[in-house]
T-cell receptor, first 113, second 114 residues
Framework: QKEVEQDPGPLSVPEGAIVSLNCTYS??????FMWYRQYSRKGPELLMY????GNKEDGRFTAQVDKSSKYISLFIRDSQPSDSATYLC?????????????FGAGTRLAVHP | GAVVSQHPSWVICKSGTSVKIECRSL??????MFWYRQFPKQSLMLMAT?????????EQGVEKDKFLINHASLTLSTLTVTSAHPEDSSFYIC??????????FGPGTRLTVL
């Protein structure tokens, strides 16, 4: 079993839809939970990060963490074609003196006009 | 946010040659940088962690003699793929650590070995 599970999709939605992206994890030692957006042939871009269980909102994006269920989500409201990208969840683990990131497989999202 | 650059963005080389990839933090000092490899339609896999002025720490299964990492300053880390072979063709991405849990990624370098 992978430490971080994420459905690779692809996920195709119409413009304006609410998108829900999810990851589950098995290691209760994970401390920070992040969502990255990666456009094709580009490096990942940090969208949001959270530490505790609960919701965090930033514009059209809401990150949700449920530590008891080991489940995190990213919601995108009023999705736009420019949101089409691969979304990677990542979790940090303090190991060897550093916060290492463990990535999910990434979910490919396509928002069509 | 913090900006990380990589050079080159794309490199093609012949089998058996060595290729150096540079990673720079442009507006912050990164005492720790990370190198990842990403195959098509797959996620990022951590290869190694480098700290300024010390030896890199490699993940299990990554050959340290093949992937040489040097972190000579607080803003520059280099990855050298020695004696590259076609199976080394991949997308190599670096990141710099800026604060707790905050890794900022470079745009990546696409390596194609013929």
């Amino acid at each position: 079993q992978k430490e971080v599970e994420q459905d690779p999709g692809p996920l195709s939605v119409p413009e304006g839809a609410i998108v829900s992206l999810n990851c589950t994890y098995s290691n209760s030692a994970f401390q920070y939970f992040m969502w990255y957006r990666q456009y094709s042939r580009k490096g990942p871009e940090l969208l949001m990060y959270t530490y505790s269980s609960g919701n965090k909102e930033d514009g059209r994006f809401t990150a949700q963490v449920d530590k008891s269920s080991k489940y995190i989500s990213l919601f995108i409201r009023d999705s736009q074609p420019s949101d089409s990208a691969t979304y990677l969840c990542a979790m940090s683990l303090f190991s060897g003196g550093y916060n290492k990131l463990i990535f999910g497989a990434g979910t490919r999202l396509a928002v069509h006009p | 946010g913090a900006v990380v650059s990589q050079h080159p963005s794309w490199v093609i080389c012949k089998s058996g040659t060595s290729v150096k990839i540079e990673c720079r933090s442009l507006d912050f000092q990164a005492t720790t940088m990370f190198w990842y490899r990403q195959f098509p339609k797959q996620s990022l896999m951590l290869m190694a962690t480098s700290n300024e002025g010390s030896k890199a720490t490699y993940e299990q299964g990554v050959e340290k003699d093949k992937f040489l990492i040097n972190h000579a300053s607080l803003t520059l880390s280099t990855l050298t793929v020695t004696s590259a072979h076609p199976e080394d063709s991949s997308f190599y991405i670096c990141s710099g650590l800026a604060g707790v849990g905050g890794q900022f990624f470079g745009p990546g370098t696409r390596l194609t070995v013929l």
